[in-house]
């Protein structure tokens, strides 16, 4: 099942994105632009371009959605999703971080090297661009002033959208779960030595260290991830 756009708009918006930030419809059509909103597959913003030129699908977070996306491992199959559904319909995907970056290193105490290879992982190993603004209000502005850079509404493509999502197969759920461990790149990697995930988690630290890529403190820390008891948090973190 497709729905499509009767008429060429520049910029749709999520509807759930919509019915959380109503304000960014009315601040989009104030600047000019045509919107509509629409369940998208993936992203919050598709910004709609010419035929000659590739439209983008955008994923916006705030810094604390960042984190808690990265706390939960969300991160890495919201970017596979993002990513699958873009070049599904020939878009770019693009993530947005709105807000001080800097803010989780001084009051979520994370290292600033953690930071840097999520986003290294997602930039190079996804291939998707991730551009950081100081928050919704400039957001925004980038939209505007990125749909009308891609040309005139009346020269844009009528969108067709495929809205089904395809279940993650077995062999996707498994790199899904590696890859949650040891980012994209070194779960192929672990995966090719290890063959499943159960031999995995039985591997120990020294046979960890065997595989290209993988240095003493990850080593380390997938063992622990695969050894160590779960305690109920309380709703403390």
Known sequence: MSLSL????????????DSKHPDAKKKLLSA???VAVQNLPAGDFLLLSPPDKQSILV???????????????RIWEQSKLLKNAAAQDGHKPLIILEGCIEDLARYRGWKPQSLLRIL???????????????GFEETIQWIVLKAKSLGETGAKKVF????????????????????????????????????????LANASISELLRV????????????????TEWRESNGTG
């Not at 916006?60 to 990265?70: G, L, P, Q």
């Not at 290209?212 to 050894?227: Q, V």
Request: zero cysteines.
């Open 59 to 73: 994923e916006r977070k705030t810094v604390d959605d960042f984190a808690n996306s990265i706390r939960d491992n």
């Open 120 to 134: 290294d992982t997602l930039i190079l190993e996804f291939e998707i661009p991730v551009l950081n603004t100081p």
């Open 32 to 34: 000019g632009l045509k």
């Open 160 to 199: 067709r959208m495929r809205v089904e999502k395809k279940p993650l197969s077995i062999n996707e759920r498994i790199l899904y779960v590696a890859e949650s461990l040891a980012g994209p790149a070194t779960a192929r990697k672990l995966l090719r030595s290890f063959k499943t995930l159960k031999n």
């Open 6 to 17: 009767l008429f060429p708009v520049d910029v749709i918006i999520d509807t759930k994105e």
């Open 212 to 227: 290209e890529g993988i240095g003493e403190k990850r080593a380390e820390e997938i063992f622990l991830i695969f050894n």
